[in-house]
């Protein structure tokens, strides 16, 4: 059964830092393209950065380039995402998805508050 698990939400002042963690199992992980989006309350979801399965290529939403930083390391079935400078804007759930094909995969999201 596939299986995504977001971690290291929380609550951070502006300007602060904080790193997502997503942990795969139940697929060949190295197979699937991974991305991370975010929904803000009242608001579409949004890709803030796509990585391909190599780890060679990223690509950033144009709100988040410079700040953020998307990762990932096969052997831990894990893709990361590393956000400095938060702003309150960047607060949302962030969701991670796999792709291998058409098969998508999310997992159950996690909660950045960006506050004072």
């Known amino acids: 059964q596939v299986q995504l698990v977001e971690s290291g939400g929380g609550l951070v002042q502006p300007g602060g830092s904080l790193r997502l963690s997503c942990v795969a199992s139940?697929?060949?992980?190295?197979?699937?393209?991974m991305r991370w989006y975010r929904q803000a309350p009242g608001k579409e979801r949004e890709l803030v950065a796509f990585?391909?399965?190599?780890?060679?290529?990223?690509n950033y939403g144009d709100s988040v380039k410079g700040r953020f930083t998307i990762s990932r390391d096969n052997n831990k079935n894990t893709v990361y995402l590393q956000m400095n400078n938060l702003r309150p804007e960047d607060t949302a759930v962030y969701y991670c998805?796999?792709?291998?094909?058409?098969?998508?995969?999310w997992g159950q999201g996690t909660q950045v508050t960006v506050s004072s």
């Open positions: 998805n796999a792709q291998y094909g058409i098969l998508s995969r």
């Open positions: 139940g697929v060949t992980f190295r197979r699937y393209t």
């Open positions: 990585i391909d399965t190599t780890g060679n290529s990223t």
